[in-house]
């Protein structure tokens, strides 16, 4: 009875002392709901196409606001969403593009519970083991990292509290999955405890470590995740490589993104820097500063080893007495991962309310104030977005890299390079697989890309530690006519550099000298580049067609897509986890994003021809993987898919990805794999069959034979000439919706002669015009056997990269 007398006016107290915060949420629930229901209400459904005839179920494809692209002439309303009358699925249903501005949420501060910073450690029992992680773009860190941790090493065994310390293990930040070390210490023995260093360069223009450290700031910035997540370390300690000579001063960029790494390093670990940050000039005095910092570091890891925590003023060592300054840089630069000095120079300290940061300021009991959440500055200030930098500048160790392995580089962010391919057609030594297959021959082939950069880090390609890489377009934009001028020209260029190379055969240079063919893959992601429709526009108007390779990381761009001669999508792995092993993709919902490129694929089908391609690597995804590709065969019905056995690239990069020639799969496994999959298609029914095979290239065709077979023949080759006839509207397709209109065409459209026979699987695949020519030690003993069949051992072991 009391209690419910009582009630009214302890509901009275509560309203008072929460009023704000529980109109707060009132509103912000009604917005919410609103805005879902004004969201679902504008999802129109764009066909109305028939039942799906195949087994597979009805998809919508949607495309999330986030993976929408910016900076780009590709927009929501531009999405191909054409009706099929054959169309099986729910084409992608644009979502309308929200700003990406931080959202601003306003309430009272919830205490917090203070991270714990005391990794606690005991000296009678527990060990250290150093890690430590270098950045390298030129060589110059990786090599001196060695070194430091070469020294450290013998120090470690040799000292007296040696029975404390584990070897230090080094590793190249190019090749770690971030995840498994900056949003936890990695998992270890009861005993074991870990401290970081990190010895890294600056760029001032777009690198991996770009990534690294958009990787620190979104781990910090995750709701999700703990305020200090890596407060379980014993301390950390960073060393920069700069040089001085370009950046005199830490104003003007010396050592610029060090000092971010420390920032950063400093929030994710509850401030636990063991040491400060050491910063050499690689044109003086690195050696004897990295030597400094390193007898720090040993210092710091003796008081460790003592039990006397990272000494006073550090958290760890329980004495919290650091200033904020820090936490007030770090909420200035919160809005760029790079930093620019231009604009660093002139910031002044803003007042931070950064709820994480408040945790020991605030008094609970006091009078509340309202934070805003998500907004560092308390005053809207006008946003500096720093200028964007070129992907691939002249200066930059990229460059330099791409040059010596024989591309040119095409504005700043495109290449071109002629294939090892193009040059043995022109000596009549026999075409990729691409000719026993389609039909291209291949020294009317070019090779190229618009964008070098891509958001994939995968495990064979050769470019690590130097490609650009980014989730998001940020560069400076080159002109679609400008990109296309420059390829072709250059690839010119290229052929005739070869007019005195012995064997060309005059007639194969004349052909050459007009490119009828575009294989956009290279390096790097195509449609990345925001201009790729106006890019293949002017391809097809030049009658060249386009063959195009995108990595399934990019379903917005790729639903956006102009028809193109045929699309391909690199399926690495058929899981998720061995596409994170193998792809190591930057975005972290890439499996999603992968996922929703299938479905795009599979609504696409009707009106371009289709690929999978497989890159089957050893070790990484063959083994009991051919059930999983066969999932993704069924989701996406792609007209034909490509078995190919990676290609060694020889490079140092290679092996510090984990690969080896061991890596590299016979041929006859690939044949192996296969059939097992060709099995697997069956017994489910799907209209698959192996076509062709070109045993040079350990490369196979899977077709859907419902649709590249005619009269029990294959016909997977391609009528290229239909391809711009129907392009350009001199013939009309047959591509209808449901009214009975035509409304594009059709890959039946353009299918060209049957499959040759010496194409055909069993056949080994090489036109018994050309010459063949065995490596040293490969095939017959004889140097050049004409229309030579494989011997079933071939690797795809060449230097050269080809597609
Ligand atoms: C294109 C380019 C940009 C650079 N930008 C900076 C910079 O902004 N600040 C700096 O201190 N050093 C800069 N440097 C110097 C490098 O950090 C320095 O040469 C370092 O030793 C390179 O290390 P690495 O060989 O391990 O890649 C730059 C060097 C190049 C080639
Ligand atoms: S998608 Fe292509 S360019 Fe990008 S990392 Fe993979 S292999 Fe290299």
């Known amino acids: ?253 010396f050592c610029s993104q060090a000092r971010e790494v420390d920032k950063w390093i400093a929030r994710l670990t509850g401030r636990k820097r063991a040491y400060p940050l050491g910063m050499g000039d690689v044109k003086s005095d690195v050696e004897m500063r990295l030597e400094e910092w390193r007898v720090g570091v040993q210092e710091a890891l003796v008081e460790i080893a003592a039990g006397r925590g990272l000494g006073e003023g550090v958290p760890g060592s329980g004495d919290p007495a650091e200033s904020d300054e820090e936490d007030l840089d770090i909420a200035e630069d919160s809005d760029s991962v790079t930093s620019n000095p231009k604009l660093t120079k002139s910031k002044k300290p803003i007042r931070v309310d950064d709820v994480e940061d408040l945790g020991s300021l605030v008094d609970p009991a006091s009078t509340p104030i309202p934070i805003d959440f998500t907004n560092y500055v308390s005053k809207p200030t006008p946003k500096l977005t720093p200028a964007p930098k070129e992907m691939v500048p002249i200066t930059s160790p990229t460059h330099a890299a791409l040059t010596k392995q024989g591309y040119t580089i095409i504005g700043s962010h495109s290449g071109v390079k002629i294939c090892r391919w193009t040059k043995s057609a022109l000596r009549g030594r026999g075409s990729c697989y691409k000719y026993s297959f389609y039909g291209i021959q291949s020294h009317l082939c070019m090779e190229a890309t618009p964008s070098l950069s891509c958001s994939n880090k995968c495990v064979f390609c050769w470019r690590h530690g130097t490609n650009p890489v980014g989730t998001t377009w940020r560069w400076i934009t080159d002109p679609p006519d400008m990109i296309f001028d420059g390829i072709t020209t250059a690839h010119y260029k290229k052929i005739k550099m070869m007019k005195g190379v012995p064997g060309v055969r005059a007639e194969r240079f004349a052909e050459a000298m007009r490119i009828r063919h575009c294989a956009l893959s290279l390096v790097g992601e195509p449609i990345f580049y925001p201009h790729i429709n106006e890019l293949l526009s002017r391809m097809h108007q030049n009658r060249i067609s386009t063959f195009l390779v995108c990595n399934a990381q990019h379903p917005a761009q790729l639903a956006s897509l102009v028809p193109v001669t045929q699309l391909y999508v690199s399926i690495d792995a058929s899981n998720k986890d061995s596409l994170r092993k193998i792809d190591r ?58 078995v190919k056995g990676v290609t060694y690239c020889g490079t140092p990069a290679a092996g510090s990805a984990g690969l080896t020639m061991q890596n590299v799969p016979f041929y006859e496994e690939v044949s192996a794999f296969v059939s097992a999959l060709d099995d697997e298609l069956a017994a489910r029914d799907l209209p698959y069959g192996i076509a062709a095979e070109h045993a040079h290239s350990c490369c196979v065709l899977l077709a859907d034979r419902t649709r590249f077979m005619r009269d029990g023949k294959w016909v997977t080759r391609i009528d290229f000439e239909r391809f711009y006839d129907l392009w350009e509207g001199k013939v009309q397709g047959t591509r209808r919706d449901e009214a009975g209109d035509v409304v594009g065409w059709r890959p039946e459209d353009y299918v060209g002669e049957a499959t040759p026979e010496w194409a055909l699987w069993g056949n080994g695949g090489f036109d018994p015009r050309d010459q063949r020519v065995f490596r040293k030690g490969k095939g017959p003993k004889s140097d050049a056997v004409a229309g030579g069949v494989e011997t079933g051992t071939e690797k795809g072991g060449a230097a050269a990269l080809e597609f």
């Open 585 to 642: 993709p930057l975005h972290r919902d890439f499996w999603e994003r992968f996922c929703a490129c299938l479905d795009i694929l599979r609504t696409r089908r009707f009106e371009q021809r289709t690929v999978f391609r497989l890159t089957l690597v050893k070790g990484f995804n063959i083994d009991d993987e051919v059930k999983g590709y066969a999932d993704l065969i069924a989701r996406a019905l792609p007209g034909f898919v490509e």
């Open 1 to 253: 009875m009391d209690i419910l007398e009582r009630l009214p006016s302890e509901l009275l107290l509560i309203w008072h002392a929460y009023r704000i915060p529980l109109l707060l949420s009132a509103v912000s629930l009604a917005t919410l709901v609103h805005l879902t229901i004004y969201l679902r209400s504008r999802r129109r459904k764009v066909s109305t196409s028939p039942a799906p005839s195949s087994p597979i179920e009805k998809k919508a494809v949607e495309l999330k606001p986030e993976w929408l692209p910016e900076n780009t002439t590709l927009v929501p309303t531009d999405l191909n969403l054409d009706n099929h009358a054959e169309e099986t699925v729910v084409p992608v249903a644009p979502i309308s593009k929200v700003k990406r501005a931080p959202k601003k949420v306003r309430g009272r501060k919830i205490a917090k519970k203070a991270p714990d910073t005391l990794a606690s450690f005991d000296h009678r029992t527990d060990r250290i083991q150093p890690l430590v992680f270098f950045q390298s773009l030129a060589g110059t860190t990786e090599r001196y990292a060695a070194q430091c941790a070469k020294v450290l090493t013998e120090w470690a065994i040799g000292c007296d509290q040696a029975a404390s310390y584990l070897a230090p293990r080094v590793h190249d930040l190019s090749y770690i999955e971030y995840d498994d070390f900056f949003i936890n210490p990695p998992k270890a023995e009861p005993n074991v405890k870990y401290f970081y260093l990190i010895i890294v360069p600056s760029y001032n223009i777009d690198t991996v470590l770009d990534n690294f450290l958009q990787n620190l700031q979104e781990t910090h910035n995750d709701f999700r995740i703990d305020t200090a997540p890596l407060s379980g370390l014993l301390g950390y300690s960073v060393f920069g490589f700069g040089d001085k000579e370009g950046w005199p001063t830490e104003e003007e960029g």
